[in-house]
C-alpha cells in the first residue's frame, strides 16, 4: 500500500458520483448540487490522504472505502444499506426460504439489539427466545456497537454449530446465557386449518417466491372440504412481508378488478401501479383478515388493499408501518446498495409509512405482553431516523457515533430490482396447549365469520327468496 497516492480511491468515488450527478444536470440547480458534492469529495480526499499518510498502523484502504459508504447510508434511514458479495448470495439463498441460522428477526431498539420475534419451529423458537429480548453479548462480544448485519454474521454459522447469547429480559436479574445449535432454517410461507362449519384459516408466514402457489394450493383445498368455502381468516400476524410481486398476486386472489398498491418516489422509474385481474378470483365468502404490529410491509399491502376495496374486514392490532420501498442496486464487484426509492400508499392513498394499518375492530391478545414485548410491540415509528410518514415530526436522530438501526434480518430481492424487509415471528398456536394463552383474536376471528353466516342465511337468502 506504501507509494500509492491517497487520490486513488477519492478520484474513483468522485468520478463515479460526478458522473452520476453528471447524466441529471438539466439546469443551474443540479449544477450547484454538483458543486457542493465536489467540495465535500474533497474534503473526504482531505480525510482519506491523512489517515492513508499518518495513522499509526497502514490503513486497509479498501475496508476504509467500505466503512464510509456504509457511513453514508446508514445516516439515510434504516432500510437502506451497503450490501457485500456474501450478502446479495445469501439474500437471493433466503427469498427462497431456506437458509442457515438460528431463526429469529432481530433490531435495534432504544440503541439495544432486540428480538423482533422468533421464527416458528425454529432453534430461536425452540430455546425460549422471546420478541423483546435485550441481547447484550454474542459468545463473549458485547454488542453495545453492533449493527444488525454485524449481529447477523455472528449468528449465522454451519448446521450443527453452536452460538451463545445472552439475553436480557423483564423478570431476569442479570442476563441469561442461551446456547442454541444453529440449523438450516426453512420456513413453509402458508399453513392452513379447517375451524369448521366451511371456514377455512390460511397462515402467510412471508412473502417468498412460491407463496402464491401454495396459497392457490390451501384455497382449493379448503373448497374441497366437506362445507367448502362458506368463510376465511386470513392471519397476518407477524408475517414480515417479503417478495413485492408476491403480495401483489396474494391481495389478486380476492379482489376482481382496481389497484392493489402504488409507489411513489422522486423519479419516475419509482412511480408503479399494480392492479388487480378478475381472472381466478375467490369470492362469494367473507373474509377476516388478522394483523397485528408484526405485520409489516408486503403483509400491510395486502391488508390495505382488502381493506380498502371492503373484501374484508381487518381485526387485531395496528400493523408495523413499513411503507417503503427498496431498490436494489448492483455495483461491479458484485456488492450492491439497498437504497429507499419510494412509499407505499393503499388503493385509497393511504400511506402506510410509520403509520401502518389501522384494523376495523381492535381485539388485543395478551401473549404479546407475555411475550416480552414490554412496554409495547416495537413498530416502524419506533426505530431511529426511520423515514417519516406523512404528517408525522421530524424525528430526533441517534447519538454522534451510533450505529443506526435496521430491523430485519432478512433480505428478498423483488422484481424489478426492488426488495421488501420486514419481520417475522413465531405463528399462533391454532390449538390451545396445557399452559398456553388461548388466541382470542383467531376466536372472535371465527365467532365473527359464524355470525355473518347465520345473518346472511337468516336474512339475507330469506330477502332474496321473497
Known sequence: MKGRKWWGPAAVIFVFLLGFISGDITSHRYMAQANVVYEKLKIFGDVLSAVQTSYVEEPDMDKLVEGAIKGMLQNLDPHSSYLTPDMMKQMEVETKGMFGGLGIEIGIKDSILTVISPIEDTPAFRAGLKAGDKIVKIENESTKEMTVMDAVKRLRGEPGTKVTIWVAREGFTEPRAFTITR??????????????????????????????????????????????????????????????????????????????????????????????????????????????????????????????????????????????????????????????????????????????????IVVRDGRETLAGAHPGPMREKDIERHLRGEGEEETQEAPEGEPPPAKEIRMKKEPPGEEKPGKDSAAPALEKKKGEEKDVQLERAVDLLKGWEIFKTRFIDKAKAS
Open 183 to 360: 440449523d438450516i432454517i426453512k420456513i413453509k410461507s402458508v399453513k392452513t386449518k379447517d375451524m369448521g362449519d366451511g371456514i377455512g384459516y390460511i397462515r402467510l408466514l412471508q412473502f417468498q417466491q412460491d407463496t402464491d402457489d401454495e396459497l392457490e394450493k390451501a384455497l382449493e383445498a379448503q373448497k374441497k372440504e366437506k362445507n367448502g368455502m362458506r368463510g376465511l381468516v386470513l392471519d397476518l400476524r407477524n408475517n414480515p412481508g417479503g417478495l413485492l410481486d408476491q403480495a401483489v398476486k396474494v391481495a389478486d386472489k380476492f379482489i376482481e378488478s382496481g389497484l392493489i398498491v402504488y409507489t411513489d418516489g422522486r423519479i419516475e422509474a419509482q412511480k408503479y401501479k399494480y392492479s388487480a385481474h378478475r381472472e381466478k378470483t375467490y369470492s362469494g365468502f367473507p373474509i377476516v383478515v388478522l394483523v397485528n404490529a408484526g405485520s409489516a410491509s408486503a403483509s400491510e399491502i395486502v391488508a390495505g388493499a382488502l381493506q380498502d376495496h371492503g373484501r374484508a374486514v381487518l381485526l387485531g392490532t395496528p400493523t408495523f408501518g413499513k411503507g417503503s420501498v427498496q431498490t436494489i442496486i448492483p455495483l461491479e464487484d458484485g456488492s450492491a446498495l439497498r437504497l429507499t426509492t419510494a412509499r407505499y400508499f393503499t388503493p385509497n392513498g393511504r400511506s402506510i409509512q410509520a403509520k401502518g394499518i389501522e384494523p376495523d
